[in-house]
Nanobody, 119 residues
Framework: QVQLVESGGGMVQPGGSLRLSCTVS????????IAWFRQVPGEEREGISC????????YYSDSVKGRFTISRDNAKNTVTLQMTNLQPGDSGVYYC????????????WGQGTQVTVSS
């Protein structure tokens, strides 16, 4: 059974940082790309960042480029999204997904983790 579990969300002030983790089980992470999506109520789901399988590259949306960094540890079955200089527009529920290219949505999703940026 494939499971993706996000962690690391929370509330921060503008300019702050958070690190989100997506821990994967039930599949060999090296064979899969992983993408982070953000959902805000009333808006379409937005692709934020993704890491392709087999080292084919990382991608970022224009809104987070230069502030967010995605990385993966295949041995630990974990993908991390380091978020810096957070702004209120970054708020939302962040989901990881077995998609690997911008912004392909794979079949497996995590439950989501809430990120709130507010003063």
């Amino acid at each position: 059974q494939v499971q993706l579990v996000e962690s690391g969300g929370g509330m921060v002030q503008p300019g702050g940082s958070l690190r989100l983790s997506c821990t994967v089980s039930g599949l060999t992470l090296d064979y899969y790309g992983i993408a982070w999506f953000r959902q805000v109520p009333g808006e379409e789901r937005e692709g934020i960042s993704c890491t392709s399988n087999r080292g084919r590259g990382n991608y970022y949306s224009d809104s987070v480029k230069g502030r967010f960094t995605i990385s993966r540890d295949n041995a630990k079955n974990t993908v991390t999204l380091q978020m810096t200089n957070l702004q209120p527009g970054d708020s939302g529920v962040y989901y990881c997904n077995t998609g690997g290219g911008p912004w392909y949505e794979g079949p497996y999703w995590g439950q989501g983790t809430q990120v709130t940026v507010s003063s």
